[in-house]
T-cell receptor, first 115, second 112 residues
């Protein structure tokens, strides 16, 4: 069974600095998708970024980028120029490409932004 | 376009009561799922469905039932509520394999 591990329960970063959130996963599949979601205090789940495993190029969305290392099964999220609005829980998620796929989440990392 | 709609937003139950959490989506998504979120545990998959008439168990299915009679609706039933089911519940849907999930706003359930 696939698993997703986020080893940092909490992190803090100074405003305008860069921070990297870690995510590792375990799978025997070669074709899958990875996601980062943000959950601010409002409880809403917001998609941050999506990565297709068969694409070697790392996904980027404005200040958010990933470092996808398929062989190492690692999918870290880098937030550049951190802003107060980035304070939230961040969840890493894995989605198989097989029929009947499940979407599995990590336990999350709470990110604090220090003014 | 409403997206994924969950009702109610808040609910308090007594141990042993039953209830149904409603979830509806208007995006014609085949995939729908239910998660519970507990502090320090992330989101854990309860049940999911890949289309009308098809459901399957996730990581924590005990104490919950689901059915999928239409593409739009995916209700979650608690048959006999227990304090361990106190949690925030999210319904989510997606268009096809590889697509991101669209989430509802969640239901905070307290069982006393």
């Amino acid at each position: 069974a696939q698993t997703v591990t986020q080893s940092q329960p909490e992190m803090s970063v100074q405003e305008a600095e860069t921070v990297t959130l870690s995510c590792t996963y375990d799978t025997s599949e070669s074709d899958y998708y990875l996601f980062w979601y943000k959950q601010p205090p409002s409880r809403q789940m917001i998609l941050v970024i999506r990565q297709e495993a068969y694409k070697q190029q790392n996904a980027t969305e404005n200040r958010f980028s990933v470092n996808f290392q398929k062989a190492a099964k690692s999918f870290s999220l880098k937030i550049s120029d951190s802003q107060l609005g980035d304070a939230a829980m961040y969840f890493c998620a894995y989605r198989s490409n097989s029929a009947g796929d499940k979407i599995i989440f990590g336990k999350g990392t709470r990110l604090h932004i220090l003014p | 376009n409403a997206g994924v709609t969950q009702t109610p937003k808040f609910q308090v139950l007594k141990t042993g009561q039953s209830m149904t959490l409603q979830c509806a989506q208007d995006m014609n998504h085949e995939y729908m799922s239910w998660y519970r979120q507990d502090p320090g545990m992330g989101l854990r998959l309860i049940h999911y469905s890949v289309g009308a008439g098809i459901t399957d168990q996730g990581e924590v299915p005990n104490g919950y039932n689901v059915s999928r009679s239409t593409t739009e609706d995916f209700p979650l039933r608690l048959l006999s509520a227990a304090p361990s089911q106190t949690s925030v519940y999210f319904c989510a849907s997606s268009q096809f394999t590889g697509s991101p999930l669209h989430f509802g706003n969640g239901t905070r359930l307290t069982v006393t």
